[in-house]
């Protein structure tokens, strides 16, 4: 039998008037819907057009793009009683499990995770659940649902409120911001505060790859290589194997062997630049004119690859002025 749970996931902020009802209940419960895109404002505007009725709503989207999130959002900008979600994925859904999470989640909301996978002898069950009124039906599906197969008390719950999840790809305007949040949000949970950033490659990497579930996909990725990281950066050697494969690591260059499946050279080279340019700047303090005597660099060269591969040192690194040779160097540090 499958259980009945509260989903606590925590995931994925400007707005119309429709949109900022959604974003405030949000940041008041400590959560935010990260990006701006037209994509995803138009599903805040279609939540926020929802949450004073207590009409049923279906997210339709892949793997990853959200689904159970978008639900919870629905739900706490309600803010009304308890949050039960009834999923397949320990057991399939009978009676007696839609049953007992209707009774749970009485006055609240009832999220069922799948709705194209249930069996459809619980059709007229849901709906009855959905008719009585005092709970706010939710569902997920992957897919939306086929009128020629879906039963028809099922099709008829979810007519008029299916709302599409966009892809990541369809979110493109969005990456950056949701780097950035997974970024901070990992950091702060390992208490990596010697992790200052994101190399310029690796951010390239992240934004260009297709993940396969998307959101959650980005997400796990940047988990991990925040757990990888050495610092004082996140680079493209932390990130998962299926991003970086079609890169070989700059090492194997410089060592003289080629990969046997070929690499990248731009990339390679790319990548160690950032590297040995990030080393010498932690080295000197982030000062620019030592930083370029270490790497062999005209000071001019280094400053316009700092600009170019768009790095920022940590706020440790803006020592005070003590020194006329101190104040000269800030000053051509300014420039």
């Known amino acids: 039998m499958s ?10 902020t400007q707005p119309s008037s429709q949109t900022r009802a959604v974003r405030q209940a949000l940041v008041s419960m400590g959560s935010r819907v990260v990006g701006q895109s037209a994509a995803i404002e138009e599903v805040v505007r279609m939540i926020g057009g929802l949450t004073m009725s207590r009409a049923p709503m279906l997210f339709v989207g892949e793997p990853g793009t959200g689904k159970r999130f978008f639900a919870r959002v629905l739900h706490e900008t309600a803010a009304q009683g308890p949050l039960v979600v009834l999923s397949d994925e320990g057991a399939p859904i009978d009676d007696a499990a ?20 249930l069996p459809e002898g619980l059709a007229e069950e849901l709906a009855a659940i959905s008719n009585r009124g005092d709970t706010r039906l939710i569902a997920t599906a992957e897919r939306p649902l086929d009128p020629s197969s879906c039963h028809a008390a099922l099709c008829a719950l979810f007519t008029a409120t299916t709302v599409h999840l966009p892809t990541l790809q369809e979110r493109a305007d969005d990456r950056p911001l949701l780097i950035q949040h997974f970024f901070d949000l990992h950091t702060t949970r390992a208490r990596r ?3 200052r950033g994101i190399s310029p490659e690796a951010i390239a ?18 988990e991990q290589a925040v757990g990888f ?5 996140v680079t493209v050697s932390d990130l998962p194997e299926e991003i970086r494969s079609a890169q070989a690591q700059a090492a194997p260059l410089l060592l003289g062997a080629l990969p046997v499946q070929g690499l990248d050279l731009r990339a390679a080279v790319e990548e160690f630049e950032t590297r040995m340019i990030l080393q010498a700047l932690e080295r000197t303090g982030w000062n620019k004119n030592r930083a370029s005597r270490l790497l062999g660099l005209n000071r001019t ?30 000053l051509a540090d300014a420039e």
């Open 193 to 195: 505060s010697d992790l």
């Open 205 to 222: 990497r992240l934004e260009e790859h297709a993940f396969v579930d998307h959101v959650r996909g980005l997400d796990r990725a940047i």
């Open 301 to 330: 060269t280094l400053v316009e690859m700092i600009k170019r591969k768009r790095l920022a040192p940590p706020p440790s690194a803006r020592r005070p002025i003590s020194t006329k040779a101190d104040a000269h160097e800030a």
């Open 3 to 12: 259980t009945a749970t509260l989903d606590q996931h925590n995931h994925e």
């Open 98 to 117: 839609l049953r007992t999470a209707a009774e749970s989640a009485r006055g609240g909301t009832l999220v069922v995770v799948g709705i194209d996978r």
């Open 229 to 233: 990281a050495e610092g004082p950066y």
